[in-house]
């Protein structure tokens, strides 16, 4: 596709259960990101995958997030035992050395 | 660390005027990308403007430009000639020309009156 593809657009789900978020970055992006930005808030840094380096885990706020990333492209992002504080819209981009970051659409996660 | 400042949470405009969303940084690095995006209500974040620290040339696109002050870790955006659509979240972001990581700021939300 031309661009960064996000999927569900919209989930709902129940408290504790696990969830999985799926990026599909533009053709030949190196680099993948995810974010998280609550209602009305800012974005929020998880984690970023950059060619075949070590991700950089640094925003990932509990143990209960993880990302993959295959190769130099899809990317889940899992949550584990959602809680409500889980609720936000989470945005997925990619890029590469020489140009800015495209955002997806987001996925907009709902846990009640 | 890497910090992007926005201190004006919200800003207005009448529609066909011009506005400047401010954005300052705290950097050591002499070589990065400063970048404004746009979030509108659909969520989708959209380039606005990017600048090479390496160019003094002020970026423009359009009825935007920016005011890029290296020395004083500064990097307005200005958007001429308002338009209802010009309104959103207005992002500023960072990035280390030597990672790829972005440091984005809390945002400018933009209101334009009709």
């Known amino acids: 596709g031309a661009g960064v593809s996000q999927s569900p657009s919209n989930k709902v789900t129940e408290k504790g259960k696990d969830v999985e978020l799926r990026c599909d970055p533009i053709?030949?992006?190196?680099?993948l990101y995810w974010y998280r930005q609550r209602l009305g808030q800012g974005l929020e840094f998880l984690i970023y995958?950059?060619?075949?380096?070590?991700?950089?885990k640094s925003g990932l706020p509990s143990d209960r997030f993880s990302a993959e990333r295959t190769g130099e492209s899809v990317s889940t992002l899992t949550i584990q035992r959602t809680q409500q504080e889980d609720s936000a819209v989470y945005l997925c981009?990619?890029?590469?050395?020489?140009?800015?970051?495209?955002f997806g659409q987001g996925t907009r996660l709902t846990v009640v | 660390a890497q910090t992007v400042t926005q201190s004006q949470p919200e800003m207005s405009v009448q529609e066909a005027e011009t506005v400047t969303l401010s954005c300052t940084y705290d950097?050591?690095?002499?070589?990065?990308?400063l970048f404004w995006y746009k979030q509108p209500p659909s969520r989708q974040m959209i380039l606005v403007i990017r600048?090479?620290?390496?160019?003094?040339q002020n970026a423009t696109e359009n009825r935007f430009s920016v005011n890029f002050q290296k020395a004083a870790k500064s990097f307005s955006l200005k958007i001429s000639d308002s338009q209802l659509g010009d309104a959103a979240m207005y992002f500023c972001?960072?990035?280390?020309?030597?990672?790829?990581?972005?440091?984005f700021g809390t945002g400018t939300r933009l209101k334009v009156l009709a």
């Open positions: 995958f950059q060619g075949n380096s070590a991700p950089d």
């Open positions: 981009a990619s890029g590469s050395r020489y140009t800015e970051a495209f």
């Open positions: 053709s030949g992006h190196t680099a």
């Open positions: 600048q090479e620290a390496y160019k003094q």
């Open positions: 972001a960072y990035r280390s020309s030597g990672t790829y990581k972005y440091i």
């Open positions: 950097t050591s690095e002499s070589d990065y990308y």
